[in-house]
């Protein structure tokens, strides 16, 4: 299997992240962790990672984040949103959790609208590629979630905090 999809470095959801890694995500699990990220380090991600063309990131590389850039639900305005993904064969993986809040996030709605997108490795506008997406559903979508949760514990927490309100979107997007 080659090391990039389209553009973006392939990521295997299997693999056991390294201890730095692993201590960083649960730190980032916890509630005062997702409200510091939420709040302070993802506003602020997306420019920091095109800045540094994806050498820096306010996660520290814990988890791999790339940028999906959308086309607004509503406005038509281009949206830049660095989001943590992973692979499932050559379909690039996004989890709409919103952090465990009661609604998806923007981008969700920006997919729905308008599936056609791209993502940029590191936040950089010549590394990447353009995607189609597609929300999973059903077995697959249930396979994609526990595979999100087996990387990042944080997943189930949130699937909890929306129990009943609504169920967390897993994405897929296939190179175009």
Not at 4 to 21: E, I, Q, Y
Not at 46 to 57: E, I
Not at 141 to 167: M, P
Not at 168 to 174: C, D, K, S, Y
Request: aromatic residues 8%; charged residues 20%; positive net charge.
């Amino acid at each position: 299997m080659a090391d990039l999809v389209n553009g973006v470095p392939r990521v295997d959801p299997s693999r056991r992240p390294a201890a730095w890694r692993r201590g960083m995500l649960k730190l980032v699990g916890t509630k005062a962790g997702t409200a510091i990220h939420r709040t302070i380090a993802a506003p602020i991600d997306a420019r920091l990672m095109r800045l540094t063309r994806g050498r820096v990131n306010a996660g520290l590389g814990a988890v791999p984040l790339v940028v999906l850039r959308a086309t607004g639900a509503k406005s038509g305005t281009r949206r830049d949103v660095p989001l943590v993904y992973f692979n499932d064969g050559d379909d690039v993986i996004l989890v709409a959790s919103s952090y465990g809040r009661e609604q998806h996030p923007s981008w969700y709605y920006n997919l729905l609208a308008h599936p056609e997108c791209e993502l940029l490795a590191g936040g950089a506008a010549d590394r990447g590629g353009r995607f189609v997406a597609r929300p999973a559903d059903g077995p697959d979508r249930d396979r994609l979630y526990a595979l999100a949760v087996g990387y990042y514990s944080g997943y189930a927490t949130y699937a909890t905090n929306t129990d009943g309100i609504r169920t967390i979107a897993v994405f897929r997007l296939t190179p175009a």
